[in-house]
T-cell receptor, first 114, second 114 residues
Framework: DVKVTQSSRYLVKRTGEKVFLECVQDMDHENMFWYRQDPGLGLRLIYFSYDVKMKEKGDIPEGYSVSREKKERFSLILESASTNQTSMYLC?????????????FGPGTRLTVT | AQSVTQPDIHITVSEGASLELRCNYSYGATPYLFWYVQSPGQGLQLLLKYFSGDTLVQGIKGFEAEFKRSQSSFNLRKPSVHWSDAAEYFCAVGARAAGNKLTFGGGTRVLVKP
C-alpha cells in the first residue's frame, strides 16, 4: 500500500512565524503535490514537483514556497504565516509510470495561524 | 483550462436510500475522471476512476459512476447508502495535456439520516 505521511495533524502558529510542513511518501513516486482545502472551494493546488529539486507553481502559490531535496520528501514552507493561511493542507503523490494519474493523499495537516 | 463543478454542496439521504452526486467538467480533450471520498479527519481516498473504455465504472464500497461525454458529466451513484458513507466527496479531472495535475471540484458533503 502506498503511504503518504505528513509531519503533523494539527499545528498552531503565530502570525509572522516561519512554518514548515513535511510530507513523505514511500512508493518512489516521481510527482508530489501540495494542496490547501477550504470549505466550498475543494482542493486548490499550491505547488507540485515532478522530480528532485524541480518545482512548479500551482494555482495559488503566493505566500508559499517548497523544497524537494530527496525524492521521497516534499516540504511546504510558509515564510511568514498569516491568518488567511489558516487551512487544511494536503500532500499527495503519484507515479509517472503507466497511464495512471491517480494521486495518493496523506491525512492532512490542519494549520491555524493566530 | 480544465474545471470541475459539483452543484450540490450538501446532500442529506436516509440510510438505505439511493444516492447520486453530480459532477460536471469542462475540458476540451478526453479527460481522466476521478471520485475521491474524505471521511472526517482523514485524507482523500480514491473511490473510482475513468480513463477510457466502458463508460460505467465500478469502484470500491459499492459505488459506481457513469461518464457521459455529451453532457460533460461523471455522476457518482450508490444504490443503498450506509451510515458509514457520510463523508465529503470530490470529483476531479485530469488530462494528458495537463501533465499529472488534477483539478478538483468544490466537494459535496453527504449526511446520512438513520
Amino acid at each position: 500500500d502506498v503511504k503518504v505521511t505528513q509531519s503533523s495533524r494539527y499545528l498552531v502558529k503565530r502570525t509572522g512565524e516561519k512554518v514548515f510542513l513535511e510530507c513523505v511518501q514511500d512508493m518512489d513516486h516521481e510527482n508530489m503535490f501540495w494542496y490547501r482545502q477550504d470549505p466550498g472551494l475543494g482542493l486548490r493546488l499550491i505547488y507540485f514537483s515532478y522530480d528532485v529539486k524541480m518545482k512548479e507553481k500551482g494555482d495559488i502559490p503566493e505566500g508559499y514556497s517548497v523544497s524537494r531535496e530527496k525524492k521521497e520528501r516534499f516540504s511546504l514552507i510558509l515564510e511568514s504565516a498569516s491568518t488567511n493561511q489558516t487551512s487544511m493542507y494536503l500532500c499527495a503523490s503519484s507515479s509517472l509510470s503507466g497511464a495512471s494519474y491517480e494521486q495518493y493523499f496523506g491525512p492532512g495537516t490542519r494549520l491555524t495561524v493566530t | 483550462a480544465q474545471s470541475v463543478t459539483q452543484p450540490d454542496i450538501h446532500i442529506t439521504v436516509s440510510e438505505g436510500a439511493s444516492l447520486e452526486l453530480r459532477c460536471n467538467y469542462s475540458y476540451g480533450a478526453t479527460p481522466y475522471l476521478f471520485w475521491y471520498v474524505q471521511s472526517p479527519g482523514q485524507g482523500l481516498q480514491l473511490l473510482l476512476k475513468y480513463f477510457s473504455g466502458d463508460t460505467l465504472v465500478q469502484g470500491i464500497k459499492g459505488f459506481e459512476a457513469e461518464f457521459k461525454r455529451s453532457q460533460s458529466s461523471f455522476n457518482l451513484r450508490k444504490p443503498s447508502v450506509h451510515w458509514s458513507d457520510a463523508a465529503e466527496y470530490f470529483c476531479a479531472v485530469g488530462a494528458r495535456a495537463a501533465g499529472n495535475k488534477l483539478t478538483f471540484g468544490g466537494g459535496t458533503r453527504v449526511l446520512v439520516k438513520p
